[in-house]
């Protein structure tokens, strides 16, 4: 029995470890994702499952050793305090794990670590916010189209980012090639000062239009989110998704792989205790993000678990992992 849920411990912990890396790689997009994002979705949930099952095992596994304990402190009288802690040896788990492995073991997950903590951080910079105005134009089927504006923009304003010019909002009226001669946009933002004869890319329906050129209108259209966009968002969420997940991740890696103990390590690997920290905060974390990626919206408990989500994973795991440092 116990070689069996010694076993079901490694598989369940490869089945989430590459069911985790699916779905942050579809999370991140090989291209732009339909709403809702139910793929996602579906292989956090074998993910998080898995990492149930496994810290199940992991505590099962410790049930004999504990009974035996149990049994010897009744026969014996031996004082709590002076009890042997049998069910912690780690020589009980080691399964003869060489050492080359064990290291191997655990660069693997905090490669794992480091993309997903830099997967869910870019992922919250680009998630779809569009709003009432641009979710009405979408359900009553609008297309994209380069309009020409027909008057003399309204109510220009500037916009500033951090003291500096950041573009221009305005009242726009266009005409769609196709559609409507005289087509009215509210709070348009261009990064040019609008003026009557240029031409600018509009989201639009017989109701109305949406012109915006810091969002990536196709992608909008159809209903699509996309973690790397091809407009301003997409590129800063690039960035950090390269900090967070390369730079962040070769040094994590290297720290706690390199810089750590075997031993220690594969202490850490089958403590029921670590990995049911580990396994709530999966928990938690997919918890947060699911009302996002079924396009509902999240209370204030998920919202926390999914913007913050890179920060727990980091923390939990760096937190979890400090003992086994030389």
Same mark, same amino acid.
């Given at each position: 029995?116990?070689?069996?849920?010694?076993?079901?411990? +490694?598989?369940? /912990?490869?089945?989430?470890?590459?069911?985790?890396?699916? /779905?942050?790689?579809?999370?991140?997009?090989?291209?732009?994702?339909?709403?809702?994002? +139910?793929?996602?979705?579906?292989?956090?949930?074998?993910?998080? #499952? &898995? @990492?149930?099952?496994?810290?199940?095992?992991?505590?099962?596994?410790?049930?004999?050793?504990? !009974?035996?304990w149990w049994r010897r402190y009744l026969s014996v009288g031996v004082p709590l305090t002076k009890a042997p802690r049998a069910w912690s040896d780690p020589r009980l788990l080691s399964f003869d794990d060489s050492v080359l492995w064990v290291k191997l073991r655990t660069a693997a997950l905090w490669v794992l670590v480091a993309f997903s903590a830099g997967a869910f951080f870019a992922a919250m910079m680009t998630?779809?916010?569009?709003? *009432?105005?641009? *979710? @009405?134009? +979408?359900d009553a089927g609008a297309e994209v189209s380069t309009a020409t504006v027909v008057a003399r923009p309204?109510?220009?304003?500037?916009?500033?980012?951090?003291?500096?010019?950041? #573009?221009?909002?305005?009242?726009?009226?266009?005409? !769609?090639?196709?559609?409507?001669?005289?087509?009215?946009?509210?709070?348009?933002?261009?990064?040019?000062?609008?003026?009557?004869?240029? *031409?600018?890319? !509009?989201?639009?329906?017989?109701?109305?239009?949406?012109?915006?050129?810091?969002?990536?209108?196709p992608t909008i259209a159809a209903g699509r989110w996309a973690v790397f966009p091809d407009d301003e968002n997409g590129g800063a969420a690039l960035v950090v998704f390269v900090v967070?997940?390369?730079?962040?991740? /070769?040094?994590?890696?290297? &720290?706690?792989?390199?810089?750590?103990?075997?031993?220690?390590?594969?202490?850490?690997?089958?403590?029921?205790?670590?990995?049911?920290?580990?396994?709530?905060?999966?928990?938690?974390?997919?918890?947060g993000w699911r009302p996002l990626l079924l396009g509902q919206e999240p209370t204030l408990t998920e919202m926390t678990f999914a913007g913050g989500g890179f920060l727990l994973v980091l923390a939990v795991y760096i937190g979890t992992s400090m003992r086994t440092l030389r």
């Open positions: 029995m116990r070689h069996v849920l010694g076993w079901l411990v +490694r598989l369940s /912990a490869l089945g989430a470890w590459g069911a985790a890396a699916v /779905a942050c790689w579809q999370l991140l997009g090989s291209g732009p994702v339909p709403r809702p994002y +139910r793929e996602p979705l579906v292989w956090s949930a074998v993910a998080v #499952g &898995c @990492a149930v099952v496994r810290v199940v095992a992991l505590w099962a596994l410790r049930v004999p050793a504990a !009974v035996a998630s779809p916010d569009w709003g *009432e105005r641009v *979710e @009405a134009l +979408r309204g109510d220009v304003r500037e916009e500033l980012s951090d003291g500096d010019l950041e #573009g221009y909002t305005s009242q726009l009226v266009v005409s !769609v090639p196709g559609g409507p001669e005289r087509l009215a946009v509210p709070d348009a933002f261009t990064y040019d000062k609008p003026v009557e004869g240029a *031409e600018v890319d !509009v989201l639009w329906a017989r109701s109305g239009g949406y012109v915006d050129e810091r969002k990536h209108l967070l997940a390369v730079i962040g991740g /070769a040094v994590l890696t290297a &720290c706690f792989t390199i810089g750590a103990h075997a031993d220690r390590l594969q202490r850490l690997a089958w403590s029921p205790l670590a990995q049911s920290v580990r396994t709530g905060l999966a928990v938690g974390v997919f918890l």
